[in-house]
């Protein structure tokens, strides 16, 4: 058994390292607290996003995803957030009208999701939090989001 016991911290530090999290919401909300960023840079990773980063962007709210996003990441997740992965409610952007510029590794709570209630294209400011899934990926965690008004 000896003989296995590095074999087996390395593999529990590797799937331990490969997990995602899911951060607490801020007390209080501050918007200048928030880095402006265009989606085009969240969904290509742009080099100086990282995990904790708080930003902030303007998109096209699309729908709640009846699927997760990640499915490589969810068993992972399941085992170290148990109660926590499961408040998420994943959604979809886009960052164009023209539905170009699709992202959806997004998610928000349940409580956020009943007391904004988005709508389909609706054009939206969002602020949250970047958030490791393992490894490089992030995702996007809604910490508040107001209406654009557009004219």
């Not at 960052?95 to 294209?121: C, I």
Request: charged share 20%; hydrophobic share 40%.
């Amino acid at each position: 058994m000896r003989r296995y016991a590095p074999a087996l911290l390395w593999l529990l530090l590797l799937l331990t390292s490969a997990c995602g999290q899911v951060r607490p919401l801020p007390s209080a909300f501050n918007p200048a607290a928030y880095t402006p960023i265009d989606l085009e840079q969240l969904r290509r990773h742009s080099p100086g996003l990282q995990a904790g980063q708080l930003v902030s962007f303007q998109a096209y709210f699309w729908e709640f995803l009846s699927y997760d996003p990640v499915p490589q990441h969810y068993y992972l997740n399941q085992l170290r957030y148990p109660r926590r992965w499961w408040e998420l409610e994943w959604f979809a952007l886009y960052q164009e009208a023209a539905m170009r510029g699709y992202f959806d590794r997004a998610a928000m709570s349940y409580e956020q999701k009943s007391r904004f209630q988005p709508k389909r294209l609706d054009v939206l400011r969002f602020y949250g939090e970047l958030v490791s899934l393992g490894g490089n990926r992030l995702y996007f965690q809604t910490h508040h989001l107001e209406p654009v008004v557009v004219d």
